[in-house]
């Protein structure tokens, strides 16, 4: 199987920063896609960044400039740098993976969800 474990959410004021980490471990042949997801209360889950094996990054537009995500393919693991936090950053952040694994004689892929870290901006 395979396992994502999230860390680094907490509490910080507007115009701070965090640092999320994720990494995955167990059986499995590579990881393509790794992103970084969120969940408001009262809201849908939404998408935050995401960022290809190659290192081809994407955005939601209200993070653009303020949201770095990167990786490191050899430790397995994705980070979300998050400056100039808002209020309205305030969710549960998820991070998700695009996980090879050989199933028999077949290599598929299989999105997998880490189990989420609190992230709230207040004052």
């Known amino acids: 199987q395979v396992q994502l474990v999230e860390s680094g959410g907490g509490l910080v004021q507007p115009g701070g920063s965090l640092r999320l980490s994720c990494a995955a471990s167990g059986s499995f042949f590579s990881i393509d896609t790794m992103g970084w997801y969120r969940q408001a209360p009262g809201k849908e889950r939404e998408l935050v960044a995401t960022?290809?094996?190659?290192?081809?990054?994407n955005y939601v537009d209200s993070v653009e400039g303020r949201f770095t995500i990167s990786r490191d393919n050899a430790k397995n693991t994705v980070w979300l740098q998050m400056n100039y936090l808002k209020p309205e950053d305030t969710a549960v952040y998820y991070c998700?993976?695009?996980?090879?694994?050989?199933?028999?004689?077949?290599?598929?892929?299989?999105?997998?969800w880490g189990q989420g870290t609190q992230v709230t901006v207040s004052s």
């Open positions: 960022i290809t094996n190659g290192g081809s990054a």
């Open positions: 998700n993976a695009d996980v090879r694994r050989w199933i028999g004689i077949s290599l598929r892929s299989q999105g997998y």
